[in-house]
């Protein structure tokens, strides 16, 4: 017989975020697990990768990034006791500006001194994942906002002509690494020496790409990626040792090494025909910046009943703040390679 499974929404009451006594389970009949199942996380990796630089306490609610741009070579000779006309510095500000985001729970006394399960823990850690959570997803909205797009297929300049079948290519992501290098991108200095075990890799200095888990399918399909030759797509497992490694590295395509996260950019819906559709952040270093406000701005809450608004001590809240934002600091060091799941 299959196991049944009971669905309880703790949070279903009143303001939409109150535990009470009336929303949790029976454990009167049978025979009661202690131990919690784990819960689904994804990998939280949009922050990883950019420039950190942390924005003070009371020094504002923006931080701004400047560059002075490259200036033009000096090709023409010199004349003899002729001054040429100079050139003008030209620089570029990138304000990033801090948002205040947080969430909370509120758990009733009676709950907290009544209940075979460890509630008030169990928010600490609910709201400690829904900010990594929030936080990694807010992150991505900036950065999926860049100007540098490729499209898979023939033809696409938008998220709504994707189609089933316009999906990652080789020759897209050879479109991608030729752009880069021609912006003088740098890559990423971390690499993987070669070995002398057989049908294995090295893996040079590289660019960093972030995938959502639906995509892996199209890295071995052998029309979009051949087996063999600089098209070949070298999966983590071949790669010559797992130095440097990342957590949910599934591979390398010539320069370009791929991580997944199911948290990374999905246009549920928006393709043709309602399908969904997939954003790939592929990026050099120092492409972009993330900017918290430093010194404890993240945390997690914990007030126990009482307080001017709770006469009776019946309220429990558990939440978290955060502050921070992403930027793009060179739209040509950062691609967005929008395609359909293979």
């Given amino acids: 017989m299959a196991a049944t499974v009971q669905t309880i929404d703790y949070f279903a009451t009143g303001d939409g975020n109150h535990a009470s006594s009336d929303t949790l389970p029976s454990v009167t009949r049978g025979v009661y697990n202690r131990s919690l199942l784990k819960r689904a996380q994804p990998e939280l990796v949009h922050q990883q990768f950019g420039m950190q630089h942390p924005l003070g306490m009371r020094k504002g609610q923006s931080m701004v990034f400047r560059r002075y741009e490259k200036l033009d070579q000096a090709t023409i000779p010199l004349s003899e006791g002729v ?136 890295f071995y399909n052998t029309t979009n990626f051949p087996v063999s030759g600089m098209n070949k797509f070298v999966p983590v497992e071949q790669y010559a040792n797992a130095d440097g490694v990342m957590e949910n590295e599934i591979g390398k395509y010539r320069q370009i090494r791929f991580i997944t996260s199911t948290n990374a950019k999905v246009y549920s819906g928006q393709g043709t025909g309602a399908i969904d559709v997939y954003g790939v952040l592929v990026f050099a270093r120092d492409a972009y910046g993330v900017v918290p406000l430093q010194r404890g701005s993240a945390r997690t809450i914990i007030q126990r009943a009482g307080g001017n608004t709770d006469p009776l001590e019946q309220r429990n809240t558990v939440g978290w703040k955060s502050a921070g934002c992403a930027i793009i600091l060179n739209d040509d060091w950062m691609y967005r390679v929008v395609a359909a799941a293979a």
């Fill in 83 to 218: 001054t040429p006309d100079g050139t003008s510095l030209v620089k570029r500000d990138y304000v990033a500006t801090i948002k205040q985001y947080g969430n909370y729970v509120i758990v009733s006394d009676f709950v907290d001194m009544t209940h075979v399960d460890p509630i008030i823990q169990q928010s600490v850690e609910l709201m400690g994942e829904n900010m990594g959570e929030t936080m990694d997803s807010v992150y991505r909205e900036y950065l999926v906002t860049g100007t540098s797009v490729a499209y898979a297929g023939t033809g696409n300049s938008a998220v709504g002509d994707i189609a089933t079948g316009d999906v990652l290519t080789s020759t897209l992501f050879d479109t991608v690494i030729s752009a880069l290098k021609g912006a003088d991108a740098k890559v990423f200095q971390p690499q993987i020496s070669g070995s002398t075990r057989v049908n294995t890799y090295p893996v040079a200095k590289s660019f960093w790409a972030i995938i959502h888990t639906d995509l892996e399918g199209s």
